[in-house]
């Protein structure tokens, strides 16, 4: 039987291994990772220029850091492309990337790329406190406090986003925290319109424990909900908190109608003819 030198033998091997042309396509090998395969092919140009960035795109997207920097050319989208893997960041030195990334990371939640930006002494350009508190990123916005990525302006606008986007969680730690800073009326007053606006009604509950307002603070909270069409969160405050329907009047009622707001509208009907019977 003839036996082939053992350098024929590794051609075959190499060229079976690592360029099978219906397994290690260039995203396959992206994917995957296969930093040898793709050394090979490489070496025996095996891929033109939109292959390699096809390989170089999905590397970059998976977090395969010895891929993507045998691959990147400088006009390459990392960017785009990045999906907060933190191997990534490690090989890749850009001014200014943090800025370009950290909407990514507090809006998908990569905590381990926030650290490290935190550990390379990055400093945030704009209010990050508010954009983790807007998604619910609670995890994110205690890195964010403990290491202190923020300024003290930075805290009121967080609480008001997550009470607007209905984020308890966050709502309750943060007032947790600084309740304290924000028992001024004028602060009292942006977080009830703010949770008027959002219409969430578990905010509103934890919001009436905390500051304690009198009926007439929620005047204009509770006409903001109505025309925004909050009918669960309206229901609550005229039902349980017996906040009088005054700011009800049938222009208003005209208008809710005109909106749409159809169960709203035969509820607050209700309301308010009881309302003003009584009264009379």
Not at 120 to 144: C, D, F, Q
Not at 207 to 227: E, S
Request: aromatic residues 14%; charged residues 20%; hydrophobic residues 40%.
């Amino acid at each position: 039987m003839l036996q082939l030198p053992i350098v024929i033998h590794k051609m075959i091997y190499d060229y079976i291994y690592y360029y099978d042309p219906k397994k290690h396509t260039p995203a396959h090998m992206g994917i995957t990772g296969n930093i040898n395969g793709i050394k090979w092919i490489l070496a025996h140009r095996k891929w033109n220029n939109d292959q390699k960035k096809e390989a170089l795109k999905y590397a970059t997207q998976n977090g395969h850091a010895q891929v993507f920097q045998l691959l990147y050319y400088p006009e390459f989208n990392v960017r785009k492309e990045w999906k907060g893997h933190v191997d990534i960041l490690k090989v890749y030195e850009s001014p200014n990337f943090g800025d370009f990334i950290i909407g990514d990371i507090l809006e998908y939640n990569y905590e381990e790329s926030l650290l490290y930006l935190v550990h390379k002494g990055y400093m945030p350009t704009w209010n990050i406190l508010s954009k983790a508190a807007e998604h619910g990123r609670l995890n994110l916005v205690k890195i964010i406090l403990k290491y202190k990525i923020h300024v003290q302006n930075d805290i009121f606008p967080a609480i008001w986003v997550s009470c607007m986007g209905g984020q308890i969680k966050v709502f309750k730690y943060l007032m947790d925290q600084y309740a304290a800073l924000y028992r001024d009326p004028y602060y009292t007053k942006q977080l009830l319109e703010s949770t008027c606006i959002g219409g969430h009604v578990d905010i509103m509950s934890e919001l009436r424990q905390r500051i304690g307002c009198t009926p007439v603070d929620y005047k204009f909270p509770l006409y903001k909900a109505i025309r925004l069409g909050r009918y669960d969160l309206v229901v609550y405050l005229l039902d349980e908190c017996d906040i009088i329907p005054s700011v009800v009047d049938q222009r208003l009622l005209d208008y809710v109608e005109q909106c749409g707001y159809i169960r709203l509208h035969d509820y607050l009907k209700v309301k308010t003819d009881t309302f003003y019977s009584v009264s009379l």
